[in-house]
């Protein structure tokens, strides 16, 4: 397998099975607990949440040369991924990076960009960006696309790729992307908004394997974006201390938080660190092609937030 599938294979472990009341009670350990509404009602808490910090990486895709910031850039050669300069299809600036999942007859098809953050990793990262669906995105069903953050021990940048439907064991990886689900055509194109999370006490999926568990907000508070506009999405996640589960996984939409959850254990070694993240797209069945833009990404230790305030958009209503 080359190193670009083990990628790309990592982008597309199946959600197939995996609904949110589908999952198998199968799990090892303690299983972590929605808090948002009550995250929101203390203003002491939310504010601790949302504490700035230090930028570690940001990317405003003003430069061809912006590819040269990953460690791994799928369908570059192919045209499929590729920092377009058009004032109309930037966020801010002049540029944004596209990416397209071409049309395969059905097939998964898809683009992406890993970066790597350094073997040292960090404990607690939040991983802002704005992302837009072109006016036709339809994915059909399941699609990865949205962005994602892992934490691997070592220095192997592609440790935990290509275990897609298999349990982190908590001395190696785990991970995190927020993403979009149509949960078949209930919802229009791209879907409704969750965290499609891999942690050592996931659940099992009814089939026997360990699919990506679908950790989402109060169902009726699921937010289904809109194509052909920017979101501004972020997500974060804080690793538990070893022993304990105490770990945290949170995101929010336009600067709102969304989805805060508490009781993770996310590992058992103190090497499983955050260290890498993705953009990019990947379609499981491409009946026809499908474009995302991204912009103005920013990774930090403490909450990044929108560009501007006018960036505030009513598109999560709490």
């Given at each position: 397998?080359?190193?670009?599938?083990?990628?790309?294979?990592?982008?597309?472990?199946?959600?197939?099975?995996?609904?949110?009341?589908?999952?198998?009670?199968?799990?090892?350990?303690?299983?972590?607990?929605?808090?948002t509404a009550e995250?929101?009602?203390?203003?002491?808490?939310?504010?601790?949440?949302?504490?700035?910090?230090?930028?570690?990486?940001?990317?405003?895709?003003?430069?061809?040369?912006?590819?040269?910031?990953?460690?791994?850039?799928?369908?570059?050669?192919?045209?499929?991924?590729?920092?377009?300069?058009?004032?109309?299809?930037?966020?801010?600036?002049?540029?944004?990076?596209?990416?397209?999942?071409?049309?395969?007859?059905?097939?998964?098809?898809?683009?992406?960009?890993?970066?790597?953050?350094?073997?040292?990793?960090?404990?607690?990262?939040?991983?802002?960006?704005?992302?837009?669906?072109?006016?036709?995105?339809?994915?059909?069903?399941?699609?990865?696309?949205?962005?994602?953050?892992?934490?691997?021990?070592?220095?192997?940048?592609?440790?935990?790729?290509?275990?897609?439907?298999?349990?982190?064991?908590?001395?190696?990886?785990?991970?995190?992307?927020?993403?979009?689900?149509?949960?078949?055509?209930?919802?229009?194109?791209?879907?409704?908004?969750?965290?499609?999370?891999?942690?050592?006490?996931?659940?099992?999926?009814?089939?026997?394997?360990?699919?990506?568990?679908m950790l989402g907000?109060?169902?009726?508070?699921?937010?289904?974006?809109?194509?052909?506009?920017?979101?501004?999405?972020?997500?974060?996640?804080?690793?538990?201390?070893?022993?304990?589960?105490?770990?945290?996984?949170?995101?929010?939409?336009?600067?709102?938080?969304?989805?805060?959850?508490?009781?993770?254990?996310?590992?058992?070694?103190?090497?499983?660190?955050?260290?890498?993240?993705?953009?990019?797209?990947?379609?499981?069945?491409?009946?026809?092609?499908?474009?995302?833009?991204?912009?103005?990404?920013?990774?930090?230790?403490?909450?990044?937030?929108?560009?501007?305030?006018?960036?505030?958009?009513?598109?999560?209503?709490?």
């Amino acid at each position: 397998m080359t190193m670009g599938n083990r990628i790309q294979k990592l982008v597309a472990g199946a959600i197939v099975g995996c609904t949110v009341s589908g999952i198998a009670a199968a799990q090892s350990g303690p299983y972590p607990t929605l808090v948002t509404a009550e995250t929101r009602a203390n203003p002491e808490t939310l504010a601790a949440l949302e504490r700035p910090g230090k930028i570690v990486f940001s990317d405003g895709f003003e430069s061809p040369e912006s590819v040269k910031k990953y460690f791994e850039v799928r369908g570059l050669r192919e045209g499929r991924a590729k920092v377009v300069t058009d004032a109309g299809a930037a966020h801010s600036g002049r540029s944004a990076i596209q990416f397209t999942a071409v049309a395969r007859d059905g097939q998964e098809s898809g683009s992406g960009a890993s970066g790597w953050l350094g073997a040292e990793g960090y404990e607690r990262l939040y991983f802002r960006r704005y992302i837009k669906f072109a006016a036709d995105y339809d994915q059909g069903n399941l699609n990865h696309v949205g962005g994602g953050l892992a934490a691997v021990a070592g220095a192997d940048r592609y440790r935990g790729m290509g275990s897609a439907g298999k349990r982190p064991q908590g001395d190696d990886h785990c991970n995190s992307a927020f993403e979009p689900w149509c949960d078949w055509r209930r919802f229009p194109p791209p879907g409704y908004m969750f965290l499609y999370t891999y942690w050592m006490d996931m659940k099992r999926d009814r089939d026997g394997n360990y699919w990506g568990n679908m950790l989402g907000p109060a169902t009726d508070e699921r937010a289904v974006l809109q194509r052909n506009r920017w979101y501004c999405l972020e997500h974060m996640i804080q690793v538990n201390d070893l022993g304990q589960a105490n770990g945290e996984l949170a995101a929010w939409i336009d600067g709102k938080l969304y989805i805060h959850y508490k009781g993770f254990r996310w590992r058992t070694s103190a090497d499983v660190k955050l260290k890498r993240f993705n953009i990019g797209v990947h379609v499981h069945q491409a009946a026809k092609d499908n474009t995302v833009w991204y912009d103005d990404v920013a990774l930090s230790t403490g909450y990044v937030g929108l560009v501007t305030p006018s960036d505030a958009f009513e598109s999560v209503q709490p």
